[in-house]
């Protein structure tokens, strides 16, 4: 099946900087990318996502990049603010037919921006 | 409109009772899904419902969990005879029936066994 590693665990960066996150996936069918971002005690919600026919995607501060060759996507943050930390999760899955079906997710990345 | 509610939000629960959660999906949305997250780790695809279709239930730990969804609307996780690995936050998710569609998530059951 699916696995999808996650790094870092970890980021703190500064008000302002940029941060990245990146993961990679090993089923090369997989090919729909969401990122979710969960606050502390509120449920996951989707900030961006990515599908395998494109290469990059913006959303304002927000962009996912896709190599499809080496299987792996990222999701860069620019211009951080306090309200951005949070835990991101990248997921992947094999969309088809009618449903993007399950989702595989990284362990994670707890980012912290401090003001 | 409402989003994906689930009851209840905590649940405290001995060691080898049974449990169930219940997940209430967007309406309209045909498709659901199960997923757990443990303290610290990503969340993990427990079980998928699609429409009328037979569910996935590869994502079950052990056969002790099971999983309805009656009327194509609610669901509801059963877990039978609990154990302390159980303990974790429960995630319910819905999604309309199209390709590259976003899943919604429910704010969770925390489950505790004791």
């Known amino acids: 099946g699916e696995n999808v590693e996650q790094h870092p665990s970890t980021l703190s960066v500064q008000e302002g900087d940029s941060a990245v996150i990146k993961c990679t996936y090993s089923?090369?069918?997989?090919?729909?990318f969401p990122w979710y971002k969960q606050e502390l005690g509120k449920r996951p919600q989707l900030i961006i996502d990515?599908?395998?026919?494109?290469g990059e995607k913006k959303d304002q501060r927000i962009a996912v990049t896709l190599n499809k060759t080496a299987k792996h996507f990222s999701l860069h943050i620019t211009e951080t603010q306090p309200e951005d930390s949070a835990v991101y999760f990248c997921?992947?899955?094999?969309?088809?037919?009618?449903?993007?079906?399950?989702?595989?997710f990284g362990k994670g990345t707890l980012l912290t921006v401090n003001p | 409109g409402a989003g994906v509610s689930q009851s209840p939000s905590n649940k405290v629960t001995e060691k080898g009772k049974d449990v169930e959660l219940r997940c209430d999906p967007i309406?309209?949305?045909?498709?659901l899904y199960w997923y757990r997250q443990s303290l610290g780790q990503g969340l993990e695809f427990l079980i998928y419902?699609?429409?009328?279709?037979?569910?996935?239930k590869s994502g079950l730990p052990s056969d002790r969990f099971s999983a309805e969804r009656t009327g194509g609307s609610v669901s509801t996780l059963t877990i039978q005879r609990t154990q302390q690995e159980d303990s974790a936050v429960y995630l319910c998710?819905?999604?309309?029936?199209?390709?590259?569609?976003?899943?919604?998530f429910g704010p969770g059951t925390r489950l505790t066994v004791l």
């Open positions: 990515i599908r395998s026919n494109v």
């Open positions: 998710a819905s999604s309309v029936t199209r390709t590259y569609n976003e899943q919604f």
């Open positions: 089923d090369s069918a997989s090919n729909y």
């Open positions: 419902f699609q429409g009328n279709s037979a569910p996935d």
């Open positions: 309406s309209g949305h045909t498709a």
């Open positions: 997921a992947a899955s094999i969309a088809s037919g009618g449903s993007n079906y399950k989702l595989t």
